[in-house]
């Protein structure tokens, strides 16, 4: 045989003495990540391997339990959408600014994010978005300005998707 082709053996024992380095070294860090930052406790490897198999149980339960009051609540809020009413929707336009003002119940559901989406579509760019509650009733304010000045804002597209999403008492003002 070649003497170059020959490689030093690493003996049996440093060999061994790196894996179990190495196992240590990766336990230790299971128990950094499951034990608290401050915790004395020097947990036998047995022990910690229980541990962190009753963890990760316990965070596969929590999982199922969150993925299914998501689910609930994705229901709940798809069977409700014909509780959302809006009692009225007026648009005016001041210029460039087009200011939205809807009303609706105190107690219907209403969901700001698919108002402001809709403007988003119709080619507006919110600017600023207030409410104020009354005793029966909540009042919404959102002022916004054309995205882009020489295309504008189609605001009778805008005024058909208001009054789709639940408005019966809408009209349109412009000024």
């Known amino acids: ?17 790196h ?9 230790s860090k299971l128990a950094s990540l499951l034990l608290p930052p401050a915790s004395e406790v020097n947990l036998p490897l047995p ?3 229980d541990y962190s198999l009753t963890h990760v149980k316990n965070l596969k339960e929590r999982i199922q339990e969150l993925e299914a ?3 609930k609540l994705k229901g709940e ?6 509780d959302i009413v809006l009692q009225a929707v007026k648009i005016i ?19 700001l994010p698919e108002v402001i989406s809709i ?11 207030s409410y104020a509650t009354l005793t029966d009733r909540v009042l919404y304010t959102i002022s916004s300005e054309a995205s882009s000045p020489r295309i504008g804002i189609e605001t009778s597209r805008l005024h058909d998707r208001l009054k789709a ?6 009209f349109f003002s412009s000024l």
């Open 1 to 17: 045989m070649q003497a170059g082709n020959l490689k030093p053996r690493t003996p049996r024992g440093v060999m061994e003495r």
């Open 77 to 82: 809020i798809g069977s409700s959408t014909a």
């Open 165 to 170: 999403l639940g408005g019966t008492g809408c």
């Open 69 to 71: 009051k998501k689910e």
């Open 93 to 111: 336009e001041k210029g460039p600014i087009l200011e939205v003002n809807l009303e609706t119940g105190l107690h219907k559901r209403f969901i």
């Open 119 to 129: 403007l988003e579509e119709g080619g507006a760019q919110v600017l600023s978005a």
């Open 19 to 27: 894996r179990r380095q190495q196992m240590k070294n990766l336990y």
């Open 47 to 49: 022990a910690l391997l």
